[in-house]
């Protein structure tokens, strides 16, 4: 457990469209931002570079802007890598991408399932992306692994009643993402930092999105710091207003929430029931 506060911050913020050097100086800058600000850990959205693919939604076959995606998207040993990280913690992909995202990106493997690592000076730090948070073993994976801040990284996600009745499910937008999150903190007795991306009118011209129900109207940021037992921290930002979500957070309040509720401990039985990982 850390022995001081820790900051984080959550980026809502719009990427760089099919532009890798732009959203490399623009990742650098929010960066640059967060330590700026005092902020120990800082969370991007889901597939922040090269951005998330919104016209896959109502194209799933558009092989020019797939084409163009491929080549803007950042390579783990490549330079545009290298001009970010220090060092390299975890490296993973989304277990199992959902419905038409398939169309671009593959499974990931059980070496996915290492989703935890220790930060010195702050903690367990976990991620998942977007609606990984709907799988219930993939949850408490996570939390089996001891996670005390994760980071939930989420596209963009826009209010249910923005979208044409009978185009989206309630649990595919804002209100879904927000309280998926919300239990992760609650079972996993952690607190999570709530990133996500948004669309402006230049992503949807950019991405041909207008004359669909999804993803047709710009908005979706949904940014947000999350306590262990379930309240929000933070005051919202605007649906397209870019900025770090920041807010300081004592570890030692976990320990409060356990006692009350510990799903992978006192509040467990795995004499009844277990989970057992396949992490090759």
């Known amino acids: 457990m850390s022995v001081k506060p ?3 911050a959550a980026v809502q913020a719009e990427g760089c469209y099919f532009d890798l050097e732009a959203a490399v100086e623009k990742t650098c800058k929010l960066i640059e931002e967060a330590a ?3 902020c120990d850990l800082i969370a991007f ?6 951005n998330y693919p919104g016209w896959i939604w109502q194209r799933p076959i558009d092989f020019d802007m797939v084409k163009e995606y491929m080549k803007s998207s950042l390579k783990r040993d490549g330079p545009e890598m290298a001009g970010i990280y220090g060092e390299i913690k975890m490296n993973r992909r989304k277990i199992k ?7 671009l990106y593959g499974d990931g493997s059980g070496a996915s399932l290492h989703n935890v690592v ?3 000076g702050i903690g367990k730090v976990g991620a998942l992306s977007c609606w990984e948070h709907s799988q219930p073993l993939l949850r408490y994976h996570t939390y089996s692994q001891g996670e005390e801040i994760h980071v939930a990284a989420w596209p963009p996600m826009n209010y249910f009643n923005s979208f044409p009745k009978g185009s989206a499910l309630w649990s595919q937008c804002r209100e879904g993402a927000r309280n998926l999150s919300t239990t992760h903190a609650i079972e996993g007795n952690c607190f999570v930092v709530l990133s996500s991306s948004f669309y402006t009118q230049t992503g949807v011209d950019r991405q041909k999105l207008g004359d669909g129900k999804l993803y047709h109207i710009g908005g ?4 947000c710091i999350i306590a262990p037992d379930g309240r929000k921290l933070t005051e919202d930002l ?3 207003e870019e900025g770090l979500v920041i807010a300081d957070i004592d570890l030692d309040e976990i320990m409060k929430v356990k006692a009350m509720l510990d799903v992978h401990g006192h509040y467990s039985r795995p ?3 277990w989970l057992g990982p396949s992490v090759t």
């Open 271 to 273: 004499d009844l029931l």
């Open 118 to 120: 220790e930060e010195p």
């Open 97 to 103: 991408p959902t419905h038409v995202e398939r169309t």
């Open 45 to 50: 959205p889901e597939v922040w570079i090269p």
């Open 6 to 8: 820790i900051r984080v």
């Open 220 to 223: 979706g940021g949904c940014a």
């Open 238 to 240: 605007g649906e397209e």
């Open 36 to 38: 700026g600000k005092g």
